[in-house]
């Protein structure tokens, strides 16, 4: 019944410069990532010329000021953005928000010489960064970091290992925390540190439930020395960077969660109006009939938060609060309507033949990266009613 079939999302879009960025990020979708999503995710491919491609269409510097090769756009419009990548290859959504969150502290932090200097090749020159604040043992407590740079003359000696970075091992650039004096957040600064340097390693790819085809790895700092000048923000200024940047980054995974529900939404609706059982349908069928709008309804519920936190964001008003509830409830919807869409294929559903199981595989993460969501709940409680133990 093709009256019923899945239609693109009709976005409320602020300008025709975003509705035509829309369309151009779709049809890239279409023609270069969707045919081969399901094999090289099998097959735990990094997709770099896909990257390369998005690049040189000025699709990984979209927040960011076009005098340094940025696309000057509004949050409101790169992540729904975002969330079109998303939906169609999550590796791919999630990579350009990774890439997004690596360019943070030097597009918000850095001197106006940095900026010139590193931003134009970093939003469009066909690099792409990683972002690296956890460690083996200190991921939601990422004040304890232990990775240090120690100053040496007008360099910096950075020794440590980073955990669970993504693009860990082919990133260009990673934009680094270390402790660069006392113990907790005060003692911690950031630093722009070249993919190529001396002493930089990475760590087998982890083995992972899904995202197969994004390399997540240690990332290994063995006197790694890099000069002042990479040094981003003051000394010691490096977690408030940290903790600046991962709003803004919540808001991209929320976008991408988003995107793999939508994804599997749409795999249900076709699955449920094109299966028939018992002479109808199976979308005919009250329980599941009531089953998709609910996930429909999770789904617009999702993106109306995330876009209500990106434009308090755009408005330059206070947005932490909404974008850890937008990163909670986007996560959570994910996981809840992908497991839905594979209860709705049934036995079909478990098979790599369709991708409802790769969507409910990815959606799990989205529930644990940038601050779990036991996490998020955390930072919604202390705006409600301030620090515990006061």
């Known amino acids: 019944m093709p009256d019923r079939a899945p239609q693109p999302v009709d976005r409320q879009l602020p300008t025709d410069e975003a509705r035509d960025l829309i369309s ?107 972002y690296c604040l956890s460690e083996p043992a200190s991921g939601s407590d990422a004040a304890s970091l232990r990775t240090k740079a120690v100053r040496d003359g007008d360099s910096w000696v950075i020794s440590g290992t980073k955990a669970w970075i993504t693009h860990g091992g082919i990133a260009d650039f990673y934009t680094v925390m270390a402790r660069t004096g006392e113990d907790g957040p005060r003692g911690i600064s950031a630093f722009l540190v070249p993919g190529d340097t001396a002493g930089l390693s990475a760590a087998l790819p982890e083995k992972k439930m899904g995202m197969k085809g994004s390399p997540t790895a240690q990332v290994h700092f063995d006197g790694v020395r890099v000069g002042d000048e990479r040094r981003i923000g003051d000394e010691g200024q490096g977690f408030a960077i940290a903790l600046s940047a991962l709003d803004s980054g919540r808001l991209g995974i929320a976008a991408c969660a988003i995107g793999v529900a939508q994804a599997a939404l749409d795999e249900a609706v076709t699955y449920a109006t094109e299966r028939r059982q018992f002479g109808k349908p199976i979308a005919d069928f009250q329980g599941l009939r009531f089953m998709l709008a ?36 986007c996560t959570d919807t994910a996981m809840k309507v992908t497991t839905d869409a594979v209860q709705i294929l049934g036995g079909y559903g478990y098979t790599a033949d369709f991708p409802a199981e790769r969507y409910m595989r990815e959606a799990k993460v989205l529930q644990i990266v940038e601050g779990t969501n036991q996490i998020q709940r955390m930072v919604i409680a202390r705006h409600l009613a301030g620090p515990e133990g006061r």
């Open 24 to 130: 151009l990020v779709r049809d890239i979708a279409q023609r270069e990532i969707a045919p081969k999503a399901a094999e090289e995710e099998d097959a735990g491919r990094f997709p770099r010329e896909v990257f390369t491609l998005l690049s040189e269409s000025g699709l990984l510097g979209l927040p960011y000021d076009s005098e340094y090769g940025g696309g000057d756009q509004p949050y409101e419009v790169y992540l729904q953005v975002l969330e079109e990548l998303a939906a169609v290859r999550l590796t791919v959504g999630l990579g350009v928000s990774v890439h997004t969150l690596a360019c943070y502290a030097l597009a918000t932090y850095g001197t106006k010489q940095q900026q010139v200097e590193h931003l134009p090749a970093m939003l469009g020159g066909g690099l792409l960064g990683a």
């Open 294 to 329: 609910d996930m429909a309804t999770q789904i617009e519920a999702g993106r109306a938060l995330y876009l209500a936190a990106a434009r308090l964001r755009d408005a330059g008003r206070p947005f932490a609060k909404q974008a850890a509830m937008a990163k909670l409830h």
